[in-house]
């Protein structure tokens, strides 16, 4: 079983700045890929960025060049760099570890909302 804790998520002006931070545990973390992942009010959840096991990232076409994930296995934790922020990109922002045969697990959440 993995545990999923995200954090950092909070109110911040458009083109403000937020880190979002995922810290696991109950399992050994740099075996999974980890991803960032949103949903917002009425819309399906999906894919913001992930990081593989050996540092390749991937990122959804509306937040390249303005997210970065990071990923940190001595600390079994998964980041979310945001800058630049846009109305559009507030939602609740899901962690997710997921490794073939094992399967995939998901945090709370964390609420980041953008707005002046």
């Known amino acids: 079983q993995v545990h999923l804790v995200e954090s950092g998520g909070g109110l911040v002006q458009p083109g403000g700045s937020l880190k979002l931070s995922c810290a696991a545990s109950?399992?050994?973390?740099?075996?999974?890929?980890m991803g960032w992942y949103r949903q917002a009010p009425g819309k399906q959840r999906e894919l913001v960025a992930s990081i593989t096991t050996g540092d390749s990232t991937n990122y959804a076409d509306s937040v390249k060049g303005r997210f970065s994930i990071s990923r940190d296995n001595a600390k079994k934790t998964v980041y979310l760099q945001m800058n630049s922020l846009k109305p559009e990109d507030t939602a609740v922002y899901y962690c997710?570890?997921?490794?073939?045969?094992?399967?995939?697990?998901w945090g709370q959440g964390t609420q980041v909302t953008v707005s002046s």
């Open positions: 109950g399992t050994i973390f740099s075996l999974y890929v």
């Open positions: 997710n570890a997921r490794r073939p045969l094992t399967g995939q697990f």
